[in-house]
T-cell receptor
Framework: GQQVMQIPQYQHVQEGEDFTTYCNSSTTLSNIQWYKQRPGGHPVFLIQLVKSGEVKKQKRLTFQFGEAKKNSSLHITATQTTDVGTYFCAGRGAGNNRKLIWGLGTSLAVNP | GEEVAQTPKHLVRGEGQKAKLYCAPIKGHSYVFWYQQVLKNEFKFLISFQNENVFDETGMPKERFSAKCLPNSPCSLEIQATKLEDSAVYFC?????????FGPGTRLLVL
C-alpha cells in the first residue's frame, strides 16, 4: 500500500540553528500537506503543495514539493523556541480517496 | 461553529467497558475523519464520512469500533469492550475540501 516515510523522527537543535524534515512517498502524490502539532495540542494545518517543484515560504519556513511529486521537505531557518512541536507531512494519493497518508512526524526540540 | 468540538476531553474506562466519543464538525464541512494517536505520534486513520455516509472505513477495527454521523447530531465513535491498547488520543477532523481542521481530541485511558 501507499506509504509516506518521514525523517528524522527526532531533532534537537540550539535556538538559531536551522532544521529540515523530509518526506518520501512510495507513490506519486496529487498533493502534500504539512501540519504542526504542539506538545499536548492538536495538528494545525500549515500549507498544501500541489504543483511539481513547488516552493512556498511562510516567514522562516520553506516548503518544497519534489519534481516527481513523491517527496517534500520543510526547512526552518534560525529556529526559535516557538517552533517546538511535531511536524507531520500528509500525502494524498492520485485517486479519488480523500484519505491522507500521514508520515510519522518529526519532533523538534529547541534549546534556548 | 468555527471550530471542531470534541467531547469529552478525558475519558477513563475499565477494561471491557464501553467508551463513546463525540465530535461536532465545523458547520458546512461535509467530511469528517477520525484518527487515533498513541504515544509515538503516529496518526492511525480510522474512518471518514461524507455527510452521514461512510466514505472510507479501512482503518476501523470492526469487531469493537463503530462510528456514526447522523443529520443534526454530533458524530460519534464508540468502542465496545475497551482494551488496554485502546488508550490513546482520538482526534476528529472535518474538511470542506483539502485542509483538515482538527478538534482538541479526546484522551481515552483504559485501566
Amino acid at each position: 500500500g501507499q506509504q509516506v516515510m518521514q525523517i528524522p523522527q527526532y531533532q534537537h537543535v540550539q535556538e538559531g540553528e536551522d532544521f529540515t524534515t523530509y518526506c518520501n512517498s512510495s507513490t506519486t502524490l496529487s498533493n502534500i500537506q504539512w501540519y504542526k502539532q504542539r506538545p499536548g495540542g492538536h495538528p494545525v494545518f500549515l500549507i498544501q503543495l500541489v504543483k511539481s517543484g513547488e516552493v512556498k515560504k511562510q516567514k522562516r519556513l520553506t516548503f518544497q514539493f519534489g519534481e516527481a511529486k513523491k517527496n517534500s521537505s520543510l526547512h526552518i531557518t534560525a529556529t526559535q523556541t516557538t517552533d517546538v512541536g511535531t511536524y507531520f507531512c500528509a500525502g494524498r494519493g492520485a485517486g479519488n480517496n480523500r484519505k491522507l497518508i500521514w508520515g510519522l512526524g518529526t519532533s523538534l526540540a529547541v534549546n534556548p | 461553529g468555527e471550530e471542531v468540538a470534541q467531547t469529552p476531553k478525558h475519558l477513563v474506562r475499565g477494561e471491557g467497558q464501553k467508551a463513546k466519543l463525540y465530535c461536532a464538525p465545523i458547520k458546512g464541512h461535509s467530511y469528517v475523519f477520525w484518527y487515533q494517536q498513541v504515544l509515538k505520534n503516529e496518526f492511525k486513520f480510522l474512518i471518514s464520512f461524507q455527510n452521514e455516509n461512510v466514505f472510507d472505513e479501512t482503518g476501523m477495527p470492526k469487531e469493537r469500533f463503530s462510528a456514526k454521523c447522523l443529520p443534526n447530531s454530533p458524530c460519534s465513535l464508540e468502542i465496545q469492550a475497551t482494551k488496554l491498547e485502546d488508550s490513546a488520543v482520538y482526534f476528529c477532523a472535518s474538511s470542506l475540501r483539502e485542509t483538515q481542521y482538527f478538534g482538541p481530541g479526546t484522551r481515552l485511558l483504559v485501566l
